[in-house]
């Protein structure tokens, strides 16, 4: 039973957070207190979540539709959503809903004028107000060919006079909590707070930079056998060869205190919804674009067209409004970021105007045993003519080279080689994954036997028939998700042209309402049905 009040929707929305950066989801060194609380109580955390995209922007401009980033082209970090792309925002604004959000949203198209004010009512513009020294150690990246050079790892960085290290994400937080506690009217909000962390590069300060502990960190992903060219081509590029265990730790740990500053980040806002009444009428969605390799497969921060549970497999836990049922805890049953879409229209009671991919989870959240999907995708890469869709050509500028002194210089770089960036799907039933390749190499993992994902299965004879079964699997899911036509209408001939048409056999007296049929957009038969009523 619903509400007579909308519900809230409110959205906290980490960057590059992976599922396992959660001590509930099986990490035994990570220290998520407050969110692994959240789930036992009062939401449901889905296991086994998935982006459709590795990247930020393609999986944003997913998760907010409803569609996969194949649908419209929105598959790079170059191309977002237009004046014609409508989002949960704008849908919920134009339902009658206050839609506050702060700048990080990689969504919308930044040259379009106007357009975020065409998907929210306000937005709070946090860049360059945050304060901090940052990293302690000013020569963190060494010379180039330093093994840290391409790393993205800061470390510990420095705090103020009172201790603390405030960042975008710290004045969003805050900025965010301010107007729910001074709403600008009385309608329901939806709030979407897109951070920063725990996205590269690897710095916090403390408490949280010594918060974990190293000894307690599970074994990294080793660079296995068959894996996908890309990672080979990102191995050569960052010249981290000469890490150690140590190192990697060091990163990990950083990483998951990174983790845990979101953590209280979320508990702040939560905190601040029980103390002004609106906890419980309010939809709260706690969920990441995509993860982060953090050492797994010997590498640092992500790619876009590998598809390992480090780079796909996000946290993503919901609390529903009051009115819908729940059973909190974790639930195995499969979900993908589009559900998102869904579920949040759900829970506020908008039916989308066009068609659109997302499965409610409402059923889910009330029986956690409850299953709604057996397959998952992810996609990513590109054909070998799309340069338009590699991160080099894009950000090379008029020289057209990018400075090996950029950080991303190892990612961008690799994505020039089209073998490397070949354009690549992911489907995963049960315990199996399978990633098929236009171009370069297929992969297939038995996830009960290869949790890790180190021993590429695909030419193992004993897997041909799932291989196939998964293959088939993956066409229905393209030709059931190739595009999606608008529900409007469009004339086949223009006014001008039906009166011409018809003009000859139409009577004086029946002009004007002839006239008036072809401005309603009637057909020829019913012209020709209603000029035999004048015969």
Request: net charge negative; hydrophobic share 30%.
């Amino acid at each position: 039973m619903r509400n007579e009040k909308r519900p809230n929707i409110i959205i906290f929305n980490p960057d590059q957070m992976r599922a396992d950066a959660l001590a509930h989801l099986g990490n035994p060194a990570s220290s998520t207190t407050f969110l692994d609380e959240f789930s036992n109580t009062d939401a449901v955390s889905f296991r086994n979540a998935y982006c459709q995209n590795p990247v930020c922007v393609p999986s944003r401009c997913s998760f907010f539709t409803g569609l996969y980033p194949h649908v419209s082209g929105h598959r790079t970090m170059q191309y977002l959503l237009h004046e014609e792309d409508s989002t949960l925002f704008s849908e919920l604004k134009e339902a009658g809903y206050y839609v506050w959000m702060n700048d990080r949203n990689d969504l919308l198209a930044g040259q379009a004028s106007g357009l975020e004010h065409q998907h929210s009512d306000e937005i709070f513009f946090a860049t360059g107000q945050s304060e901090g020294a940052g990293p302690v150690n000013k020569d963190f990246r060494g010379k180039p060919g330093d093994k840290n050079y391409y790393s993205h790892y800061e470390g510990r960085l420095e705090t103020d006079r009172d201790g603390r290290y405030i960042s975008d994400d710290d004045l969003s937080v805050n900025a965010a909590i301010e107007r729910l506690k001074n709403p600008v009217d009385d309608r329901p909000i939806c709030m979407f707070l897109g951070l920063m962390y725990p996205h590269t590069p690897y710095g916090v300060e403390e408490p949280y930079f010594s918060m974990i502990d190293s000894h307690k960190l599970p074994p990294r992903a080793s660079k296995g056998q068959g894996k996908a060219l890309m990672q080979e081509r990102l191995r050569e590029l960052m010249g981290m060869q000469d890490y150690t265990e140590e190192d990697y730790d060091r990163v990990r740990t950083c990483y998951l205190g990174m983790c845990r500053k979101v953590d209280d980040q979320f508990r702040r806002l939560c905190e601040a919804l029980k103390e002004i009444g609106e906890y419980d009428n309010s939809a709260i969605f706690f969920f990441s674009d995509h993860g982060d390799y953090t050492g797994d497969y010997d590498l640092v921060e992500k790619a876009q067209n590998t598809f390992e549970d480090c780079l796909t497999r996000v946290p993503f836990l919901i609390k529903p409004p009051k009115g819908f049922k729940t059973d909190p805890g974790i639930t195995d049953s499969f979900a993908e970021l589009v559900d998102f879409y869904a579920t949040a229209m759900d829970f506020a009671g908008v039916v989308p105007g066009r068609d659109q991919f997302g499965k409610s989870l409402a059923q889910v959240l009330a029986d956690r045993s409850a299953v709604i999907r057996t397959a998952v995708f992810c996609e990513g890469g590109r054909m070998p003519y799309e340069y338009q869709c590699d991160e080099y050509h894009a950000a090379s500028g008029l020289n057209g080279e990018i400075p090996e002194g950029s950080m991303y210089w190892p990612r961008q770089t690799a994505q020039k080689d089209d073998l490397a960036h070949a354009k690549g799907t992911m489907i995963r039933m049960g315990d199996y994954k399978y990633v098929h390749r236009f171009g370069g190499k297929h992969e297939f993992y038995d996830l009960e036997k290869d949790p890790r994902e180190e021993m590429n299965q695909y030419e193992d004879p004993d897997y041909r028939d799932i291989i196939m079964q998964m293959r088939l699997r993956m066409l229905d899911w393209y030709q059931e998700t190739c595009d999606v036509v608008p529900r409007s209408y469009d004339r086949r001939m223009s006014a001008e042209a039906m009166w011409k048409r018809f003009k000859k056999k139409c009577p004086p007296e029946a002009e004007e309402s002839i006239k008036a049929m072809i401005q309603d957009g009637a057909g020829p038969a019913m012209i020709q049905a209603a000029l035999k009523e004048y015969a």
